[in-house]
């Protein structure tokens, strides 16, 4: 079957780095997408690994290993605003290419 | 880029009424389109997908039925609701097999 799992909740202090690790199970693996979604909002896009090795954009990066089946999405310089649930997803070419979801995580900043 | 619209923003419905979310899209064309449905806390639940004009696949047996009469429009229906079909609805889009774009939702409850 098709899973992913991630940690449900993570604490972290502002300032600080943290790391949110993604594994899954697909068929037909293409890529790990990870969103971000803030309270009361709708899922934004963070960032999409299709190849192994770390993809970085300003203060996040995203992390893929094909073999391990295994992601991570890291954020630096935690800042107050970080604070929200973050999923990641995979492309799956055996169900023509749709995302199958993880449950998210819930990241808590405390000051 | 994409600009999904989606309306109403909340909704509250008595139990046994229809409903009709509606979902547009801009700046693009022959997107893929999504209904979501995300329960408080929870992840994603993927309810109907459609790759064209009049192609809807139905991920999960329902008391909602999904439309799409024309390239950028997507119909979320039901013609009796239930309690159960309380929560936050997503529509997205997707051109690529990489990313999709969410619209800004509509919050359901049903009494």
Not at chain 1, 45 to 67: I, M, W
Request: aromatic share 12%; charged share 15%.
């Amino acid at each position: 079957g098709q899973s992913l799992e991630q940690p449900s909740e993570v604490t972290a202090v502002e300032g600080a780095i943290v790391q949110i690790n993604c594994t899954y199970q697909t068929s037909g693996f293409y890529g790990l997408s990870w969103y971000q979604q803030h309270d009361g909002g709708a899922p934004t896009f963070l960032s999409y690994n299709a190849l192994d090795g770390l993809e970085e954009t300003g203060r996040f990066s995203s992390f893929l290993s094909r073999s391990d089946s295994y992601g991570y999405l890291l954020l630096q310089e935690l800042q107050m605003k970080d604070s929200a649930s973050y999923f990641c997803a995979v492309s799956d070419m055996d169900s023509n290419y749709q995302l199958i979801w993880g449950a998210g995580t819930k990241l808590i900043i405390k000051p | 880029s994409q600009t999904i619209h989606q309306w109403p923003a909340t909704l509250v419905q008595p139990v046994g009424s229809p409903l009709s979310l509606e979902c547009t899209v801009e700046g693009t064309s022959n997107p893929n389109l999504y209904w979501y449905r995300q329960a408080a806390g929870r992840g994603l639940q993927l309810l109907f997908y459609s790759v064209g004009i009049g192609q809807i696949s139905s991920e999960v047996p329902q008391n909602l039925s999904a439309s799409r009469p024309q390239d950028r429009q997507f119909i979320l229906s039901s013609k009796k609701l239930l309690l159960s079909d309380s929560g936050f609805y997503l529509c997205a889009c997707s051109v690529g097999a990489d990313t999709q774009y969410f619209g800004p939702g509509t919050r359901l409850t049903v009494l």
